[in-house]
Antibody
Framework: EVHLVESGGGLVKPGGSLRLSCAAS????????MNWVRQAPGKGLEWVSS????????YYADSVKGRFTISRDNARASLYLQMSGLRAEDTAVYYC?????????WGQGTLVTVSS | EIVLTQSPGTLSLSPGERATLSCRAS???????LAWYQQKPGQAPRLLIY???SRATGIPDRFSGSGSGTDFTLTISRLEPEDFAVYFC?????????FGQGTKLEIK
């Protein structure tokens, strides 16, 4: 069974940094592109970033470009999101999701709160 | 960037009725790379439809997707109590992989 488990969320001050992790299991991680999607409280879904299987292709939303870095470790079946220069508007639940004809599996999410 | 506009914002229907949700794109979605998701409170989204019309694994056949180019539709043929939720469309054919703003399907 496919499982995606995010971790690393928490409370951080504006301008601070945080690193999110997503541990994958139940499938061959190296065969799938992966994504981060966020959802601010009471709002809709916002795609954040995507990374291809071998990390050759990486894409970011304009809202996070230059501040966030996506990466993966295929040996550890893990996905990461390094976030810096955090702003109040980055407050959201962050989900990792697998790409396969849309985003077919999602984690339960980890909450990031940016506040002083 | 492809902007997806969903309508209506809220749809009020009764169990057993038919639901029709719309998703309109600001430009053509390549290769019909259009997906639909269902999200219930406190839960992660669940993939319902991909490729505009293909049902994801385990999705009941009362859910169907149609459309191409810039106009797409999610139809729920006979609403069950568990279908009342928020529905999002998404295009994944180009970057950024944008989502629509969502349609809330509520019990009338």
């Amino acid at each position: 069974e496919v499982h995606l488990v995010e971790s690393g969320g928490g409370l951080v001050k504006p301008g601070g940094s945080l690193r999110l992790s997503c541990a994958a299991s139940g499938f061959t991680f190296i065969n799938y592109s992966m994504n981060w999607v966020r959802q601010a409280p009471g709002k809709g879904l916002e795609w954040v970033s995507s990374i291809s299987t071998g990390s050759s292709y990486i894409y970011y939303a304009d809202s996070v470009k230059g501040r966030f870095t996506i990466s993966r470790d295929n040996a550890r079946a893990s996905l990461y999101l390094q976030m810096s220069g955090l702003r109040a508007e980055d407050t959201a639940v962050y989900y990792c999701a697998r790409s396969d004809g849309g985003f077919d599996y999602w984690g339960q999410g980890t909450l990031v709160t940016v506040s002083s | 960037e492809i902007v997806l506009t969903q309508s209506p914002g809220t749809l009020s229907l009764s169990p057993g009725e038919r639901a029709t949700l719309s998703c309109r794109a600001s430009q053509s979605v390549s290769s019909s790379y259009l997906a639909w998701y269902q999200q219930k409170p406190g839960q992660a989204p669940r993939l319902l439809i991909y490729g505009a019309s293909s049902r994801a694994t385990g999705i009941p056949d009362r859910f169907s997707g149609s459309g191409s180019g810039t106009d797409f539709t999610l139809t729920i043929s006979r609403l069950e109590p568990e279908d009342f939720a928020v529905y999002f469309c998404q295009q994944y054919g180009s970057s950024p992989r944008t989502f629509g703003q969502g349609t809330k399907l509520e019990i009338k």
